[in-house]
């Protein structure tokens, strides 16, 4: 299984961003999905997830209003749009997935990571 991110960069306050991420070897459609992240110095924390049968999402409330989780079944990829950015988003955000319908702090794969920094 792999759980390939991308889409990371730099952005000043205020400015947007869109990860993705492509998974491969597993059934995606038997996943719920969701991005954590993890800033320095801080434990990784949970920011969105979304499940498969029926798209269901959820939010911390830091990022509710701003962040937005969407996943394309057909090409087993799933998105986060970050809108708004502020500086204490910057992290290391991983996209993970977790068999069934619940995504707990320990799913089952993990991406490799992709840096986000939101600095002026």
């Known amino acids: 299984v792999q759980l390939v991110e991308s889409g990371g960069g730099s952005v000043q306050p205020g400015g947007s961003l869109r990860l993705s991420c492509a998974a491969s070897g597993l059934t995606f459609g038997s996943y719920v999905m969701g991005w954590f992240r993890q800033a320095p110095g801080k434990e990784r924390e949970a920011v969105a997830a979304i499940k498969a049968n029926n798209g269901l999402t959820s939010y911390r409330d830091s990022v509710k209003g701003r962040f937005t989780i969407s996943r394309d079944n057909a090409n087993n990829t799933v998105y986060l749009q970050m809108n708004n950015l502020k500086p204490e988003d910057t992290a290391v955000y991983y996209c993970?997935?977790?068999?069934?319908?619940?995504?707990?702090?320990?799913?089952?794969?993990w991406g490799q990571g992709t840096q986000v920094t939101v600095s002026s």
């Open positions: 993970a997935a977790r068999y069934g319908a619940v995504l707990t702090s320990t799913p089952d794969y």
